[in-house]
């Protein structure tokens, strides 16, 4: 069905076309996908503490305001992460800001943390309580005058609500915020983090998203810090603002964030360096071209213990973890492993 309406979306704007599929999500318009493995043990695993049907996760800047959460677990994703959220509501960069390079199974955006701020976001899903494991990415207001205080004001906002928090300090589109990988900035703002959530007496897991382009060098320090600071999960990798030499879209050039098949690669490549100093220390969740059971296979091998996606349903559908099931269990059983977990890091 996906494929034959896939030509008239393709015509729309896409942050139209997104907002139509929040609105089909939020409606209910939920296709009744068929999953003869929903609960297949090749699958099973825990993320969190929290069981998990499969690793396949939606990425956050899919469902930005905690809309569709739900409606997404239907859909057949193992986990959901939304957002990003940040303290006050907040528009985000001028329009045109997302373009679809077809050719290249890539999306651009420089969107901007565009959502309807923290307050608003806490009430919606404490009145629709998540029917799976429901993530929240946070991260600063442009216009702050405090950063860390932004991420303190989210942690405290939705520490009772959230399964775990993702600390984004890897988008592209907001100033300055990758500095964060800096190691003794981001000791000071995991150290601050934790401190915090120390007052609040809370057990939330706390994640790390990092972006795509850090250089190897800093891989070890980024390794420590997290350590030295209670992170139960590093999230690799945000979208890239670089990576564009072999782009075939005449649109590749577009300032923002790029994600989906041209940065697979490089993050598959960047969870093996995490994955062989962090030794399973840390749970790695790996993202950026997973759009298949293949690029998931090759996302386990590297080191990922789950995954998470968010272009590859743009090109492939709202299907798309069905299908990805379908030729993971394929590659699995010929590897002749009970659980996918035994493949991880065997790269």
Do not use: W
Not at 125 to 138: A, D, M
Not at 202 to 210: E, F, H, M, N, T
Not at 261 to 283: A, D, H, M, V
Request: hydrophobic share 35%; proline share 4%.
């Amino acid at each position: 069905m996906f494929s034959n309406l896939r030509s008239l979306i393709f015509k729309l704007d896409p942050e139209t076309a997104h907002n139509l599929a929040i609105k089909s999500l939020k409606f209910n318009f939920v296709p009744n996908i068929l999953d003869e493995d929903k609960n297949n043990p090749l699958f099973k695993t825990k993320l969190f503490n929290k069981d998990l049907d499969n690793p396949i996760g939606m990425a956050a800047g899919f469902d930005k305001n905690a809309e569709v959460y739900n409606s997404l677990f239907k859909l057949g994703f193992g986990f959901v992460e939304a957002g990003t959220i940040t303290p006050l509501k907040q528009y985000g960069n001028p329009k045109p800001r997302v373009f679809r390079l077809v050719e290249d199974e890539a999306l651009i955006n420089r969107l901007g943390f565009n959502n309807l701020g923290a307050k608003n976001i806490f009430k919606r899903i404490k009145s629709n309580r998540q029917t799976g494991l429901l993530g929240i990415n946070i991260g600063p207001n442009k216009d702050t005058e405090n950063r860390l205080k932004d991420y303190l004001e989210c942690l405290k906002i939705f520490h009772d609500v959230a399964d775990y928090i993702t600390i984004n300090i890897s988008s592209p589109n907001t100033e300055d915020l990758r500095s964060f990988h800096e190691q003794t900035k981001l000791n000071e703002l995991l150290k601050t983090i934790d401190k915090e959530k120390n007052n609040l007496s809370s057990k939330i897991p706390l994640a790390v998203k990092v972006s795509p382009d850090i250089d190897d060098k800093e891989i070890n320090k980024i390794c420590e810090v997290l350590l030295n600071n209670n992170i139960e999960a590093i999230i690799i990798s945000n979208s890239s603002d670089s990576t564009r030499d072999t782009l075939g879209n005449i649109q590749k050039h577009q300032k923002g964030g790029l994600s989906g098949k041209p940065i697979e690669q490089k993050s598959t490549k960047l969870i093996n360096k995490f994955y062989k100093i962090l030794n399973g220390r840390i749970k790695i969740i790996g993202v950026g071209g997973v759009d298949s059971g293949k690029s998931t296979y090759e996302k386990f091998l590297a080191g990922a213990n789950c995954v998470q996606l968010y272009t590859g349903m743009v090109f492939k559908g709202p299907n798309i973890v069905n299908i990805i099931k379908k030729e993971l269990k394929g590659l699995l059983l010929k590897d002749g492993v009970k659980n996918f977990t035994e493949i991880i890091g065997k790269k």
